[in-house]
C-alpha cells in the first residue's frame, strides 16, 4: 500500500504557502468571520422582532404586526449603525495618540 504523503513533505519551505497566499488566506477568514457575525446578528434581530410581534400566527400579517416589524427591525439598523459609527469614531481618536 503506498503512503498518500510519500511525494511531498509538507513541512518543507517550498511546500509552504507564500506571503501573499497567506495574506490572501487570513483576509478571505477575516471576512468570512464577519459574514458568520453578521448572519448571527440578523437571526438573533429576528427572533427578538418575531417575538416581541407576533401575538398569533396566521395565513397573513395585519398591519399592526407589520409595522411593528418593520419598527422593530428599523430600530436594530439604527442602534447597529450608531455603535459601529461610534466605535469607528473611538479608533479614529485613539489612532490620532
Known amino acids: 500500500m503506498s503512503d498518500l504523503y510519500s511525494g511531498s513533505d509538507l513541512t518543507s519551505p517550498s511546500s509552504l504557502p507564500g506571503k501573499e497566499t497567506d495574506a490572501e488566506l487570513q483576509q478571505f477568514l477575516l471576512v468570512e468571520r464577519e459574514k458568520a457575525k453578521l448572519q448571527a446578528q440578523i437571526h438573533e434581530f429576528s427572533d427578538i422582532c418575531w417575538d416581541k410581534c407576533m401575538d398569533k400566527p396566521g395565513s397573513k400579517l395585519d398591519s399592526r404586526t407589520e409595522t411593528c416589524l418593520v419598527n422593530c427591525v428599523d430600530r436594530f439598523i439604527d ?19
Open 79 to 97: 442602534v447597529s449603525l450608531l455603535i459601529t459609527n461610534r466605535f469607528s469614531q473611538m479608533l479614529q481618536k485613539n489612532a490620532g495618540y
